[in-house]
């Protein structure tokens, strides 16, 4: 079962480039959300979306924008790369909001930006 | 002070060994308690959900303290294979999508 599946796995980036982050899930979830981890800092919510056609901030949405493109889909934008933005970039799903039961994460994509 | 808090180890311990964490958090509305377990460069997956009665799944147990404001998780009998970071995670908000992670402990079991 493929679960939530990201692209790309890793990506290198200049600063000041764009570049999307596409996450699907295929376990008929209603809510997505986009994480980051550093080091020392545990994971960061970026962006959520409770159910298809909304979206909302989280924690740390400066310098990212989302897209609910539908309900498998959930994408992550990056208009001009920073390289504080570099890092790990989670994608998760959940039935219904986090809160009340489990997130299922993808795999992880690794992002560098020089 | 961080919503949530967690000592980050590492945690050396031999086989065998019982093992406790601890974790903080700061919002004494919070409704919603998780542990969750991440392996060395994978992603995080849920460990077990904590009530308030405690729960317990095998040699895992988890406990919450309402009135200290902390989770704790204790690990009996520990495998080679329990090595991970466990985060903490703590929903304050009791809405989707507002969970607030710890940044984790890191476990190593040795032979």
């Known amino acids: 079962n493929a679960g939530v599946t990201q692209t790309p796995k890793f990506q290198v980036l200049k600063t000041g480039q764009s570049m999307t982050l596409q996450c699907a899930q295929d376990?008929?979830?209603?809510?997505m959300y986009w994480y980051r981890q550093d080091p020392g800092m545990g994971l960061r919510l970026i962006y959520y979306?409770?159910?298809?056609?909304?979206?909302d901030k989280g924690e740390v949405p400066n310098g990212y924008n989302v897209s609910r493109l539908n309900k498998r889909e959930f994408s992550l934008r990056l208009e001009s790369a920073a390289p504080s933005q570099t890092s790990v970039y989670f994608c998760a799903s959940s039935v219904e909001g986090a809160g009340a039961g489990e997130l299922f994460f993808g795999e992880g994509s690794r992002l560098t930006v020089l | 002070r961080k919503e949530v808090e967690q000592d980050p180890g590492p945690f050396n311990v031999p086989e065998g060994a019982t093992v406790a964490f601890n974790c903080t958090y700061s919002?004494?509305?919070?409704?919603?308690f998780f542990w969750y377990r991440q392996d060395c460069r994978k992603e995080p997956k849920l460990l077990m959900s904590v009530y308030s009665s405690g729960n317990e799944d095998g040699r895992f147990t988890a406990q919450l303290n309402r009135a200290s404001q902390y989770i704790s998780l204790l690990i009996r009998d520990s495998k080679l294979s329990d090595s991970a970071t466990y985060l903490c995670v703590v929903n304050p908000y009791n809405q989707g999508g507002k969970l607030i992670f710890g940044q984790g402990t890191e476990l190593s079991v040795k032979p």
């Open positions: 919002n004494s509305a919070s409704q919603s």
């Open positions: 979306s409770a159910s298809e056609g909304t979206t």
């Open positions: 376990m008929n979830h209603n809510s």
